[in-house]
């Protein structure tokens, strides 16, 4: 797959900017104009929002009746884990809690018995507050005609609409995005905040199939795929040479074409198999974007998830020390109680460098995890905590801050290296946990069926 761009080497979506964008970043199509049903031109601007998502604008003329259209569509890209995020507005000032709201998030506010279906709105960037009053909107826009067709019905809904302006903290706001692009803002960033919670969850048949990832014959695809897989395996008892052996595997590179994550142009991931001594096989994936120069590792166990829970703390004394190699799985969270810094299962994603190179990820993420206290509209309190943070973060980087570094993975597969091997290491402490009725359902242990599911 050929990855040129046909603008040039530059990314599909660009940032919004002042200069005018001329026609030749347009992509024309011809199409029908559904006002006369001749042949109109339809222009499709891929561009994006800073700290919001990708968009396409799309402008339609027909030079032969003089209808036109202009359309906003969402091109964000779908992330790999839905996410559903508990916020406890408690306080007065939570209701001015940023919030990201995707076209296919619902919410929910368990007190009043109340929920917004997903896909019923437009995505929106706007405030606690403005999602109650937009609900509010909504609900008053038909009841004059309600009052005259329905009166009872109308009667009850006034009294709905005047719970929800009165509605007071402290209550709850529920925010389920199967598309992970869903937003609730940190009032504590960097540090954890204790009012939200966030929780990342794999997505079911049902929900990949309302957002076009699948359509419905896909178990029949499956089924009749596992039964040739049957029909193959029975019949093939031995196996002649020539073939690629396991050895072979691993020792090669495989290639896929994937769309870049920053700028969503047509990239390549390289993946291969390596064996980290005194642990496990790993399977390492790495890409480089050739449009935007943006660049990814990520590392996903070759052993599935371990029977125990392991927790890995690193007391860090020298600056040998953020040169040891380190696994951090995509199930691992990531903390350094000196500074009360926490990083959550599924944030970082998967990651194989060293101690340096992951401190380092950690700050460039920062960023992306808060958008809201970055930039000239932050607010000053805000934005001068997280200036102390990342002062601290390079101070660590420089190793002129001693501090510990725990790596908690509930399916026991992050590493830190031991330079001591195979002795015990006397600045690393390694713990292993049973793991908990929640941690098991995070991981999907808990719907695993592994008995008479054919």
């Known amino acids: 797959m050929s990855t040129e761009q046909p603008y040039g080497n530059a990314p599909l979506f660009r940032d919004l900017q002042g200069d005018e964008i001329g026609d030749l970043e347009a992509t024309q199509i011809e199409s029908l104009c559904m006002n006369c049903h001749e042949n109109g031109m339809t222009r499709l601007l891929l561009t994006k929002i800073p700290f919001f998502q990708e968009i396409v604008i799309s402008s339609f003329d027909c030079e032969h009746c003089c209808f036109s259209n202009n359309e906003v569509q969402p091109g964000g890209r779908i992330q790999d884990k839905g996410c559903r995020i508990v916020c406890k507005i408690q306080t007065p000032e939570d209701m001015s809690r940023q919030v990201v709201k995707s076209d296919s998030a619902s919410l929910r506010i368990p007190e ?7 896909n019923s709105q437009k995505g929106i960037l706007t405030t606690v507050e403005g999602l ?6 909504g609900l008053e826009q038909d009841q004059p005609v309600r009052r005259i067709m329905h009166p ?6 006034d009294g709905f609409i005047g719970k929800l302006k009165n509605l007071q903290p402290p209550f709850q706001m529920i925010l389920d995005d199967p598309t992970g692009n869903s937003y609730i803002e940190n009032l504590m960033a960097p540090k954890k905040d204790p009012s939200v919670e966030t929780q990342h969850y794999t997505r079911t048949h049902e929900q ?28 093939e008892v031995t196996v002649s040479g020539g073939g690629d052996t396991d050895e072979d595997v691993k020792d090669e590179v495989l290639q896929f074409a994937v769309n870049c994550s920053e700028c969503n142009s047509p990239a390549k991931t390289n993946m291969k198999v390596v064996n980290i001594p005194y642990f496990k096989e790993v399977i390492i994936m790495a890409m480089v974007c050739e449009a935007c120069g943006y660049r990814t590792n990520e590392v996903k166990s070759g052993a599935g998830i371990e029977p125990k829970g392991r927790k890995l703390s690193l007391r860090i004394t020298d600056s040998s020390d953020l040169s040891r190699d380190v696994l951090k799985s995509e199930t691992c969270g ?3 109680p000196e500074i009360g810094f926490e990083l959550t299962m599924g944030t970082l994603g998967g990651k ?8 380092g990820n950690i700050k460039d993420q920062l960023s992306r995890m808060h958008p809201f206290v970055m930039g000239d509209s932050a607010p000053n309190e805000r934005a001068e905590k997280m200036k102390e943070f990342l002062e601290k973060l390079d101070k660590i980087i420089a190793c002129e801050l001693k501090v510990t570094v725990v790596l908690d993975d509930p399916a026991g597969n992050s590493y830190i290296q031991n330079v001591y091997a195979p002795d015990p290491d006397p600045e690393m402490v390694v713990e292993e946990y049973d793991r908990t009725a929640e941690q098991n359902d995070e991981l999907g242990i808990t719907d695993m069926r592994t008995e008479n599911y054919t």
């Open 132 to 137: 109650i009053s937009r609900a509010v909107m």
């Open 152 to 157: 009872e019905a109308a009667e009850q809904i």
């Open 208 to 235: 990949d199939q309302q957002l076009g990832l699948s359509d419905g014959n896909e178990g029949e695809l499956q089924q009749e795929a596992a039964e040739a897989e049957g029909q193959r395996s029975g019949s």
């Open 334 to 336: 990531f903390m350094i």
């Open 112 to 118: 009043l018995d109340f929920e917004i279906p997903a």
């Open 352 to 359: 194989f460098t060293t101690l340096e190179g992951l401190l």
